[in-house]
């Protein structure tokens, strides 16, 4: 390593790429080792009893670590400039454990309104089952943001882009207004990866992922992860995560420490991918209306250039015959796979209104901007005018 290298920290695709942790491994191989293992065996006796007495490091068992997982949890806490990381086995896990972890009953938790459709039942299972109220709240200003906190309030949970308006909120303003209340702030940070986004950074508390997503980006598995500072990740670690015990299997986090290293050229191209999309979608006649943060007619598209690296790989668009339009057009896609999930090298488009938000009551769905002829389409790497000849065949039939 030069001196001058030295001197700089290493930008994000290049932390992306290398890490410190193969050097733990012996034998130093490229890559960390998949450490299939359920248990660790311990030297001697003492030993044993010092791991979980926590006076010695090392593994015990590896709900409560493994060394192919810790590699994982080290590489996003560097990428989200965060204190610490931990990792589990779906997105779901990663946002349940979280929520589970820092509120009790009789407390409020503030929310972006939109989001996850999993994330909204959860949301409302909470209430009916331990009394942990919510509400929703557009936040698209800071007097808005503060009318909606109560003396109850413990935690702001967003998604921005949200899930699927691509609506935006503020991060900076949320993660400010968080820290002068006290309250802790959570961010849902799927649609953007830590590569157009770093939530931390803008003074929010925890950053969330499906690594379901960009994070793994090939569709071949199913991962969740949070990070943030020790303080509270160790609450966390020590409570839902050991004892819900919704952990990330070693194989898995193997995947995602593949597919992170590409994640850099691969956001880009989704980026790129994405905004020729949503162009071609503008000026279709079929389509009433285009969600995409890096449109310049887009209402947040000052807020997108402040606090994105890149507008993301998600576009959103409302055609105007409705449900009806959205299910022949649906039905017309070929290279677009009719699938959910989203960030894969893979095209992927559904209809929010009928799958991934047919949990929430259409009034409430309405109300979260999601029209019965939303479509989302996850844009692939695939060549871009393979993606736009296909949409345009697929609207020819709507
Ligand atoms: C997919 C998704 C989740 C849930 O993640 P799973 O890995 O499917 O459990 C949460 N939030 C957002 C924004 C998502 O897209």
New binding site residues.
Partial sequence: MSHSQQKREFGFATKAIHDTAHERFAGGPLVPPIYQTSTFVFPTAEEGAERFAGEASGYIYSRLGNPTVTALEEKIASLEKAEMALAFS??????SAALMALVKTGDHILCSKG??G??FSLLNWLKNLFGVEHSLSTMSDEEMLRQAIKPNTKLIYV?TPV?PTMELIDLEMVGRVGKELGITTIV?N??MSPYLQRPIEWGCDLV??????YIGGHGDV???LVAGPRSLLEEVQKTTQKDFGGVLGPMDAFLLLRGLKTLAVRMEAHTKNAQAVAQFLVSHPQVERVHYPGLPEFPQHALAQKQMDGFGGVVSFELKGGHEAATRMLNHVSLCRLAV???DVDSLIQHPASMTHAIVPREERLNMGITDGLIRLSVGIEEVQDIICDLENALSFV
């Fill in positions: 779906s997105g779901m896990a990663a946002v989001m996850y999993c994330t998604e899930n849902d799927t649609f969330i992922h499906s690594a379901t997503k199913i991962a969740g999930s989203l960030g």
